[in-house]
């Protein structure tokens, strides 16, 4: 098993991951807004989905290329780091697109479509493909047991963090559109939080050695 104190910075990074603009997020707002709550919880239901699949192929992956492969490691650390630079970088740059901002006027989709664009918008994200890729590695240790248990564990943990945040956003999109609409202030706040943190994490990537 994977130590506590890990799995809270795990936790943490999840988290900021989750909450950054990306095809997900965009996708769940504006179907939540533009159709309602429910089929915001279908297309969460096909996100999460897209999340097992990742997860699946990731956790298989990495059992068996960290395990023959060292300088994997090393290749992975350094694309998550640029990775999470560039997430910082769109988080702030001008004119970067307020994901409030939707298409009122866009198709009535049914549950059958709904679920399945947001299944293959995760499948597609390379966002969580990267994150799974250059993130899990940096919390698997030989000594804490199986590498692919182990990457199991992260990823259920990642799937709960995912599916808890998503929820609340489809939950109060509507809501949380109109408060950003209204404060464009806070919009510049969020953009500069989510940039710093993401810059620290990437840091603290860049600097952590291999196990």
Known sequence: MIPFQELVFFIL?????VISPGPNMIYL????????????????????????????MVSFGLTAVLLVVPLAYTVLKTLGTIYLLYLAYQAIKPKSRNIF??????????????????FLTNVLNPK?????L????????PE???VLTQSLELGVIQ????????????????????????????????KWFMASVLTYLAVKMAFSKAR
Do not use: E
Request: glycine share 8%; net charge positive; with cysteine.
């Open 159 to 190: 799937i709960f963090v995912s599916f808890s945040v998503n929820f609340i956003i489809v939950l109060t999109a509507a809501r949380v559109a109109a408060f950003f609409t209204g404060n464009p202030f806070w919009v510049k706040v969020q």
């Open 101 to 118: 901002d939707v298409d009122k006027n866009s198709s009535h989709d049914g549950p059958k479509k709904l679920f399945t664009v947001g």
């Open 13 to 17: 990074a999840a988290l900021v991951l």
């Open 144 to 146: 804490y047991g199986s």
């Open 29 to 56: 707002i504006s179907k939540s807004i533009t159709q309602g709550k429910k089929s915001g919880m279908i297309s969460l239901a096909g996100v999460v989905c897209g999340f097992l699949f990742h997860i699946i």
């Open 134 to 141: 250059s993130f899990f590695p940096q919390f698997i240790k």
């Open 128 to 132: 969580v493909a990267v994150f799974y």
